[in-house]
């Protein structure tokens, strides 16, 4: 199990490029995102002596008194968010296609990965909309049944406590159904690098995860574990540590890229994991 | 014989074992105008009550009073032509209550009430409407005397009558099983008092949204009669219980109260406790259970902080409520010596909804249940003051920037909560605070509450934490069992503040806050260090709020100075001697003025702290990374 674990992470390190690469897509994005964020606050409160209270920590009154006050005071930075999510995530098909890519036949390198990455956009846009389509179907679905069946819930419920535990299962059932969906795109994608037919590839993605169902879970709840654990050390460690001074400033900055660094780190060992089982699958 | 004695023997013991309250307690705090000796057959099956009422009511009046008004607010719950669901759509606290069966409707009968001749007035009635002329509205009833009362006389009544509960619309109601809140269930007589022209006449306004409590004091004696496989908890003391062939009486006594509340389930946990010798009695459902030790301590607080800094509690014992979820729009109330809460299986201590509302509650014991202003007229006398309260007890105990919430870094107070409701409204429209609850449309908490709490805050920073306490505690004193009014209050404050000492018009402060929509803004518009002539100042009051406040100047040599403003609206030039360095300027740098609408814009600095500004724009840029990467999980 250990040697295992070893060579996925030795594989990761193989294409730390390639994930850095996204790692500086997403920064880059973020940057404009701060830019936008800082020159904001800089107009509203750039010569307040209310930014003395921020330094402490996190006050409420300083962000609430500037919204209340100043009704679209954040739409720049809401509107750039709005506009710059789904340029992203044509990108995310160019970049994460050639990771795959990369991840699938052994080579290594940006160039490469943006090469491959753009080769395979059209295709691989169509594995999205599918992942997409069904999870939106699957959960609307679950919870239309959810709501014909129990009505208000608080008064069907004798307590809370079953209604809790009912939503619970509902959020398990779609984790299933999001796992199930994440690792058939990425094995479709493998297929369709090597086999280079979309059809075959969506079969194949199928057979897979019939097969490999329990590993494919297992790995999708690793990675979820993962980023769960990674948000709770992020606000054990960065949560709110106010801004006394440059130097907590600069190693809170510091602290949050290495975090940003780490979830792209997961998701190459997500791919790397399915690669490993797939290598072992004929389909 | 020998068996007879023996259930005499348990039923003494049983009885002595489950009286609660210390007897010592002065039960002879108010007037005692209206009592009420009351005896309840619960069939809970049917969800009905058979009741039968004893009243002696009193006439304080210098009238003689020829008729008597009752509060009949079960039929509100009648149909949907009530003046109280008439304009709700269909929808109480954002839950349907329109689609129901026949039976799951409620209403309140009075099938008979004889006078001390035994002549039966209840066939000589009719139903008021007073706000709106609503005839379908059943509400407030009149009942013609045989025999009036003259001035100072006591008349004695013996009512039957029937409260058939609904399935619960707004508090009052029955839930799964078994689960009921009693109140406002018995025909409650109406306040005869005078008007503000001297006259007396009755103060029966119907029930509608908006309003809830205004009744006289007295005393309560309740002896409810139900299956033994229910809890029953209420208002009062337990002085007695006893058991047998499957059915229980739970006899409660209360003196000086303005109402009388009871619940009943048959899953309560009971947690009992005793604190600063006040007794506290906590019903919740077994699901809640985990929440026992924060209702307790809520409650502790709120006792400890009132008793010291307002009075003390004038009551031997506290009840608390908490609905199971089905029965949710039962809680969040008060009753004298009684409040329902409300929880939610897995609220985090670090969110402490829980302990705002319980605090909350409890402070209206205090306004509401001892200074018994009218609720209904002037909301803002209770509403509002405890709102004040349960800022400044959960700011003491939990923290002033973390009372309110306190997760994974951020956080807010109660007190910047309330003030925070408050700068949200949008004043002119929505009217002043002292205004009746049938007359506010719109965000009435955020009015009512927030805005008022935001009030004496203000008037805190402007006379010091000591002269407020006094001002309550004398407050207090003076009219507790009373029903005081704006008036009582702003003599009060002027008795004690006084206008001279204050340095500023408390006349004027009340006028602008309570009858005014007038906001305050205070603004450091600009400083000009370069003029040849003089260096300069900008200052301005964006509102038409007339306070004093603080101007701190900080110069460039690190030296301060600081200088009063009457905060007149408009802008205000300011001038410094020529070649005076100021590095900064800062109106009201403690934020006393709690009324300001924003604290942003009270100050100007030329070496701004831009920490911050670049630590808020890190965090940006890491969120939108995080987002991007988990938005692009399948792409
Ligand atoms: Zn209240």
Known sequence: ?283 | MIRFSFIIIILFLHSFITAQCDTAYDSNQSSKIANYDISVELDHKNKVAHCHQTLRWKNTSLDTIRSLRFYMYMNAFKNMKSSYLKDSGGKIFGRNIADRGTDEWGHITINKMLDEDDQDLSKNTKFIQDLDNNTNDETIIEITLQNPLLPGEIGIYEMDFTTKMPKTIARSGYSKKDFFLFVHWFPQVCVYEQDKDGIWGWNSHQFVPGTEFFADFGDYNVRISASDHLQIGGSGCRISESKADGKQIVEFQAYDLIDFGFVVYSEFDVHTSTFQGIDIEILMPPEHCAFADRYREAVEHGLEYMSANVGPYPYPKITVVDPPVHALNSGFMEYPMMITAASFYGIPKSIRSVESLVIHEFVHMYFMATLASNEKEEAWLDEGFVTYYEDRILDHYHGKKSSFFDVLGYRSGNAENSRLEYIKLDHSRLGPIARPGWEIKGPYKGLIYAKTSSMLRTLEGLVGIQSMDKLMQTYFDAYKFKHPKEADFRSIAAEVLGDESIGFDLDLFFDQCLHGTDICDYEVVSIDNNSEQSTKVIIAQNGGLLFPVNIEIIYQNGSTAYMEWGGTPGQKIIEFEPGTNIKAVNIDPNCTINLDINFNNNSVTYEPNKKPLVKYAAKSTHWMQAILEYASFLF
């Open chain 1, 1 to 283: 199990m250990l040697q295992r674990i070893k060579h996925i992470w030795n594989r990761v390190l193989t294409h730390r490029s390639e994930v850095t690469c996204i790692y500086l897509f997403q920064l880059i994005y973020g940057v404009v995102i701060g830019c936008i964020s800082y020159s904001t606050l800089d107009d509203y409160i750039g010569q307040s002596m209310a930014l003395d209270r921020l330094s402490s920590g996190f006050d409420r009154s300083v962000f609430m008194d500037l919204i209340l006050n100043n009704s679209g005071a954040l739409s720049p930075i809401v509107t750039s968010g709005i506009v710059l999510i789904p340029i992203y995530l044509l990108f995310s098909i160019i970049l994460q296609g050639g990771l795959l890519h990369n991840i699938r036949i052994g080579e290594r390198g940006i160039k490469t990965q943006l090469r491959n990455g753009i080769h395979y956009l059209i295709p691989f846009l169509g594995y999205v909309c599918i992942s997409v389509l069904i999870i939106l179907v699957f959960s609307f679905g679950i919870g239309l049944l959810y709501k014909s069946i129990v009505g208000d819930p608080l008064m069907s419920f004798s307590s809370e406590k079953p209604f809790i535990h009912s939503l619970l299962l509902i959020v398990f059932i779609i984790s299933i159904i999001v796992n199930l969906t994440w690792g058939w795109s990425v094995v479709a994608r493998y297929k369709y690098i090597e086999s280079g037919s979309f059809w075959a590839s969506i079969r194949s993605g199928i057979i897979f995860i019939k097969r490999h169902f329990i590993k494919t879970l297992l790995i999708g709840y690793l990675l979820i574990g993962l980023h769960l654990s990674l948000a709770y050390i992020y606000f054990l460690v960065v949560g709110d540590t106010g801004a006394s001074s440059w130097m907590i400033v600069a190693i809170g900055i510091l602290a949050q890229q290495v975090f940003s660094w780490m979830r792209v780190i997961i998701r190459g060992i997500g791919y790397i994991s399915l690669d490993q089982i797939e290598d072992t699958f004929i389909g």
